[in-house]
């Protein structure tokens, strides 16, 4: 292992600002001479053109994936003696929303295969209080929808798209399968804003009319308020940011998915398949590769190896959430879960982003071979 390399960060947004920075300078451009900073015309149209790269009737843009969550289970009515349930190994705020509602997060153990809720022991959890069910969609890889939906009836589906933007279940992009979609627009999502920014989606008018409100407190028009919704609002820089970028984004996927065929191929040459396990594309799913995530022996002395090399990788996720301190009241033990508590002690996500160079790919793999041979 030569170590005179370059460190490999994990993620680099600075390569894609060159890209990018003479149209996003542009677009700012364009929102200083209105000075209209809050909705707007830009926010208008990110929705428009968000609406038609996901193929859904309505898109709804909002301060951040978190608040799409929140805006969506609030637009459901979700609240006190209600229960939702969801996966214990996600990002926090998708079950952090449930909690903040008055209702109580139910976990489901994830499929070993995708990391995403297992359909298979979803009926055991949904009870008459259930009000919604969140899939999410983990590392870009969609949830097995129509298992997920068939148990599910005729309770509403959240889809957490905040990982899988772009991401097709049988060729329909998520975010247009269940009630609601939810997406994140934080820096380091796929589509990232320079802020936060977040967008829920949706094919149901009357839920799209009933959020728009929810956005705003629950107003309209003005200075009438029908039910308490919240500052949900996105502002019109960060719209048109994103307007300057949405065009690259299936450009941007591609090379990810080009560089997780790589680096398949990078680790079995280097015969380490039995050391790190490569993650499984199942059949519809659409991989998008918001994270490569590999199983690895060892993980955390791997990591710890890759970082003396200058080489970046992350543990999505260490701890579950039915672990977490702040859902003790749930009453979840450890070993509930042995799935998501196997994952969290197994996950390395390797670096992933479309700018990152094959010599670079390769260069990971040897610091890998380099700790197991
Ligand atoms: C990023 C993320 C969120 C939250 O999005 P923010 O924009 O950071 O609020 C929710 N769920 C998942 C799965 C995410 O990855």
Known sequence: MPDQKPPIP???????????????????????????FILGPEVAALEKECAAFLRVKRAVAV??????????????????????????????????????????????????????????KLAAAVSPRTKAIIPVHLYGQAAD???????????????????????????VPVGGIGAFGCFSFFPTKNLGAFGDGGLVTTNDEALAERLVDMRVHGMRPKYVHHFVGGNFRLDALQAAILRAKLPRLPGWIAKRQAGAAHYRDLIARAGLEAKVRLPEELS?????????????????????????????????????????ECFADLGYR????????????????????????????ACVVAGIADFYL
């Open 10 to 36: 994990f993620f680099d947004l600075t390569r894609q600002w060159l890209e990018v920075s003479e149209d996003v300078h542009a677009a700012l451009e364009r929102v200083f001479a209105t000075q209209q």
């Open 145 to 171: 929808m129509d298992a997920i939906r068939g148990v599910a009836g005729s309770v509403p589906l959240v889809e957490d798209c905040c990982q899988a933007i772009g991401t097709e279940y049988n060729g």
């Open 63 to 120: 301060s951040s994936g978190t608040d799409a969550l929140l805006a969506a289970l609030m637009t459901l009515e979700v609240g006190p003696g209600d229960e939702v349930i969801t996966t214990p190994f996600t990002f926090f705020a998708t079950a952090g929303v449930i909690h903040r509602l008055g209702a109580r997060p139910v976990f489901v153990d994830i499929d070993p295969r995708d990391f995403n809720l297992d359909a298979r």
């Open 284 to 324: 519809g799913r659409g991989h998008t590769y918001h994270q490569f995530v590999v199983r690895a022996e060892r993980r955390d002395p791997l990591r710890e190896h890759l970082a003396k090399l200058g080489i970046g990788a992350e543990v999505y996720y260490p701890i579950s959430l039915h672990e977490q």
């Open 334 to 361: 450890r070993g509930a879960f042995q799935e998501s508590e196997r994952a969290e002690a197994e996950v390395l996500a390797l670096p992933i982003f479309p700018e990152l160079r094959p010599d670079e790919r």
